[in-house]
């Protein structure tokens, strides 16, 4: 029971210092759309850090009890099928952060700049899943695929619904 208290206290002071608000105080307010999408912007970035910060501590304990398999995993020489997809799920989560981290010194079009991130996003989440999928012995395999599933099938909704592969009219378009 220490424990789930502990939990639940652990949970709201992350909940607190990601969206500026306790998790209570979420329940009586009412927001505008621009102070709803600052907060989930606020909370995109958090979880993306926590990502990155998570994807560099795996390797790093991988490091720690097997450096030449790191070493051949990040060389893409590695005899395991899985570590290629892990490797590949590393570069991609890192190459979306960093775009995420100079987006504004780029100078890309928005559009542009979504379609990049959200590509980049996509091969993270298909190339942790086949990671995941391809690891022997860690879970079960009927959860794991289960997992895997619901994993991919959120972001692939995600990605239909934000829209940003169709063709939106233009200024010029609509004036004709």
Do not use: N
């Not at 909940?15 to 912007?41: D, F, I, V």
């Amino acid at each position: 029971m220490l424990k789930f208290a502990f939990l639940i206290v652990l949970v709201c002071i992350v909940w607190r210092w990601a969206l500026g608000q306790w998790p209570w105080e979420a329940l009586k307010q009412h927001h505008t759309r621009e102070q709803e999408m600052a907060k989930a912007r606020r909370l995109h970035v958090f979880m993306g850090a926590a990502l990155v910060l998570s994807v560099l501590l795996h390797v790093g304990g991988l490091w720690i009890t097997s450096p030449p398999d790191v070493i051949d995993a990040l060389t893409f020489r590695s005899p395991t099928p899985f570590s290629l997809w892990g490797v590949i799920a590393m570069w991609a989560i890192f190459a979306a952060a960093l775009l995420a981290g100079l987006r504004r010194g780029l100078k890309l079009r928005v559009t542009t700049w979504r379609k990049v991130h959200t590509g980049l996003a996509a091969i993270t989440v298909s190339g942790t899943a086949a990671h995941a999928l391809l690891i022997e012995g860690t879970m079960e395999t009927l959860s794991k695929v289960a997992l895997c599933i619901i994993v991919v099938g959120v972001t692939a909704k995600v990605i239909y619904d934000a829209r940003i592969w169709q063709r939106r009219p233009t200024r010029k378009t609509q004036t004709r």
